[in-house]
Antibody, heavy 118, light 111 residues
């Protein structure tokens, strides 16, 4: 059974940093394309970043230069390092599997809430 | 502002059919058959309902179907049931640097 479990969310002041984790079971993170999607309170979904199996990364313009996606193959875990956080980064962050062949986000975690506020 | 345009809300009575539209551009919906649809109940994570325009993952009822014409994709739910009440988001692969775009979401109310 595929499971994605996010952790690391919380309350942080503007300008601060936070690292989100996504522990995966049921498939190998290093063999798949993995993505982060966020959803601000009461808003729609926003794609944030993707990490290809070969190591290539892409970011939404809104987080480029501030967020870094990475993985630890030994822990089968995906990460999102978030620096220089802003109030507008407040959202539930979802870890997803990006099925590159079908170009679809097919498996989602339950999400972790990040609140950026002074 | 979302890259793909969806109606904010739609409604229907049990047993009826509804259609949700998703309008993009020639950089996404119009050029690729990589449109997917996600259902999200309040407080829950999105779940995949349709991918590659009209393919249902295992376990998704046949009442859910998808289609596309030009720059607009559509999700149709026939035989509406109370449990279909949720938010629905379309998503598409895009040739621009963001790689992936979502619609703003549509709230489906089952009357």
């Amino acid at each position: 059974e595929v499971q994605l479990v996010e952790s690391g969310g919380g309350f942080i002041q503007p300008g601060g940093s936070l690292r989100l984790s996504c522990a995966v079971s049921g498939f190998t993170v290093s063999s798949n394309y993995m993505s982060w999607v966020r959803q601000a309170p009461g808003e729609g979904l926003e794609w944030v970043s993707v990490l290809y199996s070969g190591g290539t990364t892409f970011y939404a313009d809104s987080v480029k230069g501030r967020f870094t996606i990475s993985r630890d193959n030994s822990k089968n875990t995906l990460y999102l390092q978030m620096n220089s956080l802003r109030a507008e980064d407040t959202a539930v962050y979802y870890c997803t599997n990006y099925n590159y062949g079908d170009k679809v986000l097919d498996y989602w975690g339950q999400g972790t809430l990040v609140t950026v506020s002074s | 502002q979302s890259a793909l345009t969806q109606p904010a809300s739609v409604s229907g009575s049990p047993g009826q059919s509804i259609t949700i539209s998703c309008t993009g551009t020639s950089s996404d919906v119009g050029s690729f058959d990589y449109v997917s649809w996600y259902q999200q109940h309040p407080g829950k994570a999105p779940t995949l309902m349709i991918f590659e325009v009209n393919i249902r993952p295992s376990g998704v009822p046949a009442r859910f179907s998808g289609s596309k014409s030009g720059n607009t994709a559509s999700l149709t739910i026939s035989g509406l049931q109370a449990e279909d009440e949720a938010y629905y988001y379309c998503g598409s692969y895009t040739s621009i640097t963001t790689l992936w775009v979502f619609g703003g979401g549509t709230k489906l109310t089952v009357l």
